[in-house]
Every structure is written in C-alpha cells, then in structure tokens.
C-alpha cells in the first residue's frame, strides 16, 4: 500500500469546496487509492487499494444525526450548491444528515460516486468531473 492517512489528509487539505473536488480525486488515484467509504455520521473514511487492503481516518468530527428520512431532491440541490462551490465540507455533510444520507462511495477507477442512506440503499449515483 503506497498511501497512508498521512498522505490523503495532505491532499484533502487542499480542497477548500467541492470544485475542488476532481482534481483531490485524480490525486488520491495517484496516491494508489482505488476506492474509500465516508460515513457521514462521524466523518470516518476507509481507503483501500487495488487488493482491498485498507486504512480508516477515525472519526473526524463530533456525531451528526442522519436522518432516517430520505428527501432525494433536497439533497441533489445541495449537492450541486455544494459542487459549485457554494459550501464547505462540513456544510454538505449536515446536509446529506438532515437529508437522510448515512454516506457515500467513491470508485476511483469507474469515477462513480454513489451516496446511500441509512440502510445502504444507492440514493444518487453521479460520474464524477474531471475524469482523466
């Protein structure tokens, strides 16, 4: 394994909003990332590489209450708010919580992210910009 928590938080440092967000996917790709989960309850993100092997991030922020209730449209149009630079991360993941989704997953290699509720049911799934 190439990357370690380390080395994605020096990258995710960069990222000020989510327009930022293509090029820290591209970097962490480079880094040797394959895919991550985040849980939006806590913040904790597990990475792993191209053989599955994996390191988590522990919680990064006090608990957020998910909402058992998915309201989809609500969340796509604080999604793109989001994507345009219109919040920061910590917004947008009080955001998917008040709209009911517990995280999403990241392929690094389809450039798919999907975001899923509290019983890890796909609510959106998006390509993600920026694809190299």
């Known amino acids: ?72 449209e609500r969340f796509k149009m604080q999604l ?4 345009l630079g219109g919040t920061n991360y910590m917004t947008f993941c009080k955001d998917c919580a008040d709209n009911g989704v517990a995280g999403w997953k990241m392929d690094l290699n389809a450039m798919v992210c999907t975001y899923f509720d509290q019983a890890e049911n796909n609510i959106l799934e998006e390509q993600v910009p920026g694809r190299a």
Request: glycine share 8%; net charge negative; proline share 3%.
């Open 80 to 83: 793109k708010l989001h994507q």
């Open 1 to 72: 394994m190439k990357f370690t928590i380390d080395t994605i938080a020096a990258e995710h440092k960069k990222v000020k909003s989510g327009a930022d967000f293509p090029e820290y996917i591209q970097a962490v790709k480079g880094l040797g990332v394959s895919h991550y989960k985040v849980y939006v309850s806590d913040g904790n993100t597990e990475y792993f590489d191209h053989e599955n092997k994996s390191v988590s991030s522990g919680s990064k922020y006090g608990p957020l209450n998910v909402s058992d209730e998915v309201n989809a």
